[in-house]
């Protein structure tokens, strides 16, 4: 089994920073894609960045200019450093990874992380 775990979530005063981090281990023959999403209280998850395995990245026009996404492919981690943290920043953050498992290296699986917290106040 895959399994994507989260760590680094917490509770940050408006304006500080926050670095997130989630690992994915077990099976895995490579990963093309991670990313980060988040859903606040009433709203749908909605996509906060991505990076591929070649290094192009995405980002929501909500956090361009805060948000840095970035991987290790060693280690099977990516990384979402938050900066100008603000109160509407405030969700679960889910990490997600389409990747390929080492005996269908053919077929593209997904998998999930549980989501870490992140609030925003003063």
């Known amino acids: 089994q895959v399994q994507l775990v989260e760590s680094g979530g917490g509770l940050v005063q408006p304006g500080g920073s926050l670095r997130l981090s989630c690992a994915a281990s077990?099976?895995?023959?490579?990963?093309?894609?991670m990313g980060w999403y988040r859903q606040a209280p009433g709203k749908q998850r909605e996509l906060v960045a991505t990076v591929a395995s070649g290094g192009p990245t995405n980002y929501a026009d909500s956090v361009k200019g805060r948000f840095t996404i970035s991987r290790d492919n060693a280690k099977n981690t990516v990384y979402l450093q938050m900066n100008s943290l603000k109160p509407e920043d405030t969700a679960v953050y889910y990490c997600?990874?389409?990747?390929?498992?080492?005996?269908?290296?053919?077929?593209?699986?997904?998998?999930w992380g549980q989501g870490t917290q992140v609030t925003v106040s003063s």
């Open positions: 997600n990874a389409d990747f390929r498992r080492p005996g269908s290296i053919w077929h593209l699986d997904n998998a």
């Open positions: 077990g099976s895995i023959f490579s990963i093309d894609r």
